[in-house]
Nanobody, 115 residues
Framework: QVQLVESGGGLVRPGGSLRLSCAASGISFSDYTMGWFRQAPGKQRELVATSTGSGNTNYADSVKGRFTISRDNAKNTVYLQLNSLKPEDTAVYYC?????????WGQGTQVTVSS
């Protein structure tokens, strides 16, 4: 059974930081591209960042220079460091595991940026 469990969301002031974690089980983690997506109220889910098994990364333009994705293949965990947060970063953040045609999603963690 595949499980992706996110944690680390919360309420933070503009300019603040958070670190999200996603612990995976039931998959060969190092084979999977791991990603973070987000969905704000009334908007479509959008890609935030991805990391291949070998560590190549990709970011949405809106988060480049502020967010950093990383992974620990030994711990089957992917992280998203969120710095310089803005109110428009408010969303539910989802972890995604992707291999060929297989996609698995976590349940999401809420990030709210507000003063």
């Amino acid at each position: 059974q595949v499980q992706l469990v996110e944690s680390g969301g919360g309420l933070v002031r503009p300019g603040g930081s958070l670190r999200l974690s996603c612990a995976a089980s039931g998959i060969s983690f190092s084979d999977y591209t791991m990603g973070w997506f987000r969905q704000a109220p009334g908007k479509q889910r959008e890609l935030v960042a991805t990391s291949t098994g070998s560590g190549n990364t990709n970011y949405a333009d809106s988060v480049k220079g502020r967010f950093t994705i990383s992974r620990d293949n030994a711990k089957n965990t992917v992280y998203l460091q969120l710095n310089s947060l803005k109110p428009e970063d408010t969303a539910v953040y989802y972890c995604d595991a992707h291999w060929i045609t297989l996609h698995y999603w976590g349940q999401g963690t809420q990030v709210t940026v507000s003063s």
